[in-house]
């Protein structure tokens, strides 16, 4: 289970933390992520983080948008500065993990808005 805060309204300009923390195991192998979703779009990657420590922006939040994560919580985090009004909508947290010889598994939060006002 994932559960997600740290959404709600700002201005252009401003900052935000998003937090997803995981229950139960988590395992050696995945990759914590966040997607935002538009109102008639499609579900897209904003960042990732491997276990390992990798990371993967999208091209529109390089440089604004930073994901880390503390694994003693299981719990990953998306900072969030410097906001525009286009980085507005439900952000959600995806867990994929990985397990030898066992499909990967792969959960979605409840999705938390992000409204960025101009």
């Known amino acids: 289970q994932l559960v997600e805060s740290g959404g709600g309204l700002v201005q252009a300009g401003g900052s935000l933390r998003l937090s997803c923390a995981a229950s139960?195991?988590?395992?050696?192998?995945?990759?914590m992520a966040w997607y935002r979703q538009v109102l008639g779009k499609q579900r897209e990657l904003v960042a990732n983080?491997?276990?390992?420590?990798?990371?993967n922006y999208a091209d529109p939040v390089k440089g604004r948008f930073t994901i880390f994560r503390d694994n003693a919580k299981n719990t990953v985090y998306l900072q969030m500065n410097s906001l525009k009004p286009e980085d507005t909508g439900v952000y959600y947290c995806?867990?994929?993990?990985?397990?030898?010889?066992?499909?990967?598994?792969?959960?979605w939060g409840q999705g938390t808005q992000v409204t960025v006002s101009s």
């Open positions: 995806n867990f994929i993990r990985f397990r030898v010889g066992m499909s990967p598994t792969n959960d």
């Open positions: 139960g195991t988590v395992g050696s192998s995945n990759i």
């Open positions: 983080m491997a276990s390992g420590g990798s990371t």
